[in-house]
């Protein structure tokens, strides 16, 4: 079954008095519990595939659906529940909220859905904690974690609400090819355990052999292998 | 909420140099608009106090004739409209349940006569019965020299600021008719010529109005006055008997309205405008323009008051204004209201106006003072708004990432908006909240310095001779609506700017 729908995804963006076609119509179908690498280099559009997928960014033209919902007519209001409940995001630089300690940056998108109690909530957030092994951190706020353990609360936080997505650009750009290992081993086991389907974007050949399917792209459209 | 206020709380500590200096500007501004707040309302209450229970009381009732609201101190020459009909006011004042008292009186400007061949003073009088007015306003001023007038008795009190201006323009230091020169209270110039000090212990008024009919009368100073407060400004007015005081404005007297006339003079009187050629004709009489409302235009050199007069219906005569005093609790703008409304329904030629437009001058340098503080404390709170939005907006820009990150997780709008003002309410809370308390504190201990002025600017500041501020339960509420108001202006701009980040502009950035 498709998660993801997209056809004629193009987008444009205005600089100067030039437009830059950034994705220049794009069709493609994901499958739920997918474990999926959008390659690259850089600027071949593939970020910006991802945020229009992540509702993130907005298309310029096309038609993307997550889950059957029509994702390019949605309000705001909309869009931000999307994100929040069908969506995790899983960013290059460990975007993690300072001032709140690893349980509590876990539990921050449980709270802003306001359905579950605390204590559903906090036993959910120790359920995902112990999973990516960061028990013994979870007190800790993110400026006294190594980088690869931050990238583990944001895979925590990503998948705490049960989403339909995981993005993922270039989670291991800023680690070491040891941690980086890691993080995608990680993924690919949450992949398993939770069957979310993930989908990540990277330019390094190397974290190839970790997907499960590979989606090239080149100057803002696909590529067929 | 609970989540809000527990990352506001957290920003705040984090980013404790910015929390401190928009702290210390709230609770500054906070503390100053405080303490503005009461050195207004203390002035106000002052100034209602030195007013109301020292000289005017809460209403005055004026002619309506009267162009101006501003009794209390109208240019020179320019006299205070009569009220003729006061027997008939009084049943009405009495009957009405708000007044708690009242006071006729006469109040207008007279030459004081140099005897010495020079210039005449000038200066205020106030036509009181004696025994009334100190009843009235008992604690408004106090005798430094000689005593105050007994009932009946006829004669004239001066205040100490009048009797140096006398000084000043006559060269004549009035003591009372019985007393000695008290060196304390002369001026420096007065010691300076003690032995050639020019003694008087009478002095002679000339009304002054813009008829042609006041006299000059020859009055016994029985004391001199000191103010309670604002001395310099009400110390201008002298007060004498009623009945001298009509006499020296050419008034109809209580005594004039109890003389008998005979028969032949009431048919005199009784005769219209153009039977009086026939009495020029028999070359009987000397008939003079006294307008409308007196009979005693007779001039006289020096006329000596009585000491002291008989079983005379003082009511009878001429006054110029009624004081009133309320009932605790009543609504001064009500009551004007409510007792216009009744002498409207009345043949009677007055109509009632607060204290505050009868003070017309004073009231304007009042409301001048207050607008300046006024003034100032916005200017304060500007200046505070401006760097408070600046540091805080700077703030929003500088924290995009997490905020895209929030926005980019489900945060929506609303929650990004309530986290700022969350961090701006803890702020105004804290430390506008302890700005308020210290403001308060501070009003309730300078009136326990009892700090003084002589100045009369000063006094006005003041509200009065010492300074007190004053805050109330609704001055105290207005601070902490304005705190209110403060924060969410601050905030306004600052969470405009961070609304607008998005989960791309947080991407970018990185």
Redo the contacts between chains.
């Keep these: 079954m498709n998660i993801i729908e997209i056809r004629e995804l193009k987008k444009n963006y205005p600089l100067g008095t030039t437009t830059v076609h950034a994705l220049r119509g794009i069709d493609m179908n994901i499958i739920e519990g997918d474990f999926l690498s959008i390659v690259g280099p850089s600027g071949s559009g593939k ?1 910006t595939l991802l ?1 229009i997928i ?1 509702c ?2 907005s298309a310029s033209e096309g038609s993307v659906k997550i889950g059957g919902v029509e994702i390019t007519s949605l309000n ?2 909309e869009v ?2 999307m ?3 069908r969506i ?2 899983i ?3 460990f ?6 300690n690893v349980v ?1 940056n876990v539990e ?2 449980l ?3 306001k359905k579950f109690t605390k204590a559903e909530v906090r036993k959910r957030a120790d359920k995902l904690i112990d999973e990516v092994g960061l028990t013994d951190h979870a007190h800790h706020r993110p400026a006294e974690l190594s980088g690869g353990q931050r990238q583990r609360v944001a895979i925590a ?1 990503a998948l705490v ?1 049960n989403p339909d997505i995981v993005l993922a ?1 270039e989670p291991t750009a800023n680690l070491d090819s040891v941690t980086g290992g890691q993080i995608l081993e990680l993924m690919k086991e949450m992949n398993r355990i939770e069957k979310t389907t993930f989908i990540f974007s990277t330019h390094d050949e190397n974290v190839l052999r970790y997907a499960r399917d590979i989606l090239k792209i080149r100057d803002g459209v696909l590529v067929k292998e | 909420m609970a989540l809000i206020f527990k990352i506001a709380w957290r920003n705040l500590l984090r980013h404790k140099g910015k929390s401190i200096i928009i702290g210390v500007i709230l609770f500054l501004a906070a503390f100053i608009m405080t303490l503005g707040s009461g050195i207004i309302s203390g002035m106000d209450r002052g100034l209602e106090l030195n007013i109301v229970n020292g000289f005017l009381g809460d209403i005055v009732i004026i002619s309506k004739k009267e162009k101006s609201d501003n009794i209390l101190f109208k240019m020179y020459g320019e006299s205070i409209e009569t009220i003729t009909k006061y027997k008939d006011a009084k049943k009405i004042l009495q009957s009405q349940e708000y007044i708690k008292d009242f006071i006729p009186v006469g109040k207008n400007m007279a030459m004081v006569l140099n005897e010495d061949e020079g210039d005449p003073g000038f200066a205020m009088t106030l036509g009181v019965d004696f025994e009334a007015y100190r009843k009235f306003f008992p604690d408004s001023f106090t005798m430094v020299e000689g005593s105050y007038p007994g009932k009946n008795e006829q004669g004239v009190i001066i205040p100490m600021k009048a009797r140096e201006d006398l000084y000043d323009f006559i060269n004549a230091w009035f003591l009372p008719e019985k007393g000695d020169i008290v060196e304390k209270n002369l001026t420096a110039d007065a010691k300076e010529n003690l032995k050639d000090l020019n003694i008087k212990r009478t002095a002679v008024f000339m009304g002054m109005s813009e008829g042609n009919y006041t006299s000059d009368i020859r009055l016994g100073v029985k004391g001199i006055m000191k103010f309670r407060a604002l001395n310099t400004m009400w110390g201008h007015f002298s007060i004498m008997d009623i009945e001298s005081y009509r006499k020296c404005l050419g008034y109809f007297s209580a005594s004039d309205l109890s003389l008998e006339v005979s028969g032949d003079k009431k048919e005199l009187l009784a005769m219209d405008d153009s039977n009086l050629d026939s009495m020029f004709g028999k070359g009987e009489f000397f008939v003079r323009d006294r307008g409308s409302s007196d009979i005693s235009g007779i001039s006289f050199k020096s006329r000596k008051g009585r000491e002291t007069v008989g079983d005379i219906d003082y009511e009878a005569g001429i006054y110029n204004l009624i004081f009133i005093k309320l009932k605790k609790g009543e609504a001064l703008d009500r009551s004007v209201g409510r007792l216009n409304e009744v002498l409207s329904k009345t043949e009677l030629d007055m109509r009632a106006i607060t204290w505050k437009k009868a003070s017309g001058a004073i009231g304007s340098m009042a409301v001048i003072i207050k607008g300046a503080l006024f003034t100032f404390v916005i200017f304060l709170f500007f200046v505070a708004v401006i760097i408070i939005v600046n540091t805080l907006s700077m703030a929003a820009i500088e924290r995009t990432s997490e905020i895209g990150m929030m926005r980019a997780v489900g945060a929506r709008k609303g929650f990004i908006s309530g986290m700022f003002i969350g961090e701006t309410a803890i702020l105004s809370g804290l430390f506008g909240g302890a700005g308020i308390v210290f403001g308060i504190a501070v009003v309730n201990i300078i009136p326990l310095l009892h700090i003084t002025s002589a100045n009369d600017l000063v006094q006005l500041l003041y509200g009065g001779d010492v300074f007190k501020p004053y805050l109330s339960a609704g001055d105290t509420l207005v601070a902490v609506v304005q705190l209110v108001i403060v924060t969410f202006v601050t905030v306004v701009y600052p969470v405009r700017v961070a609304m607008g980040i998005t989960p791309l502009d947080a991407i970018s950035r990185e």
Excluded: A, H, K
């Design positions: 970020t945020n992540g993130i960014d705001d209001i931000t529940d994100r929040l409940n995790g995001f960013f290059q630089t975007n993690l909220i300072p001032v709140l509590e921050f998108p709270l802003l859905m936080r609400t650009d």
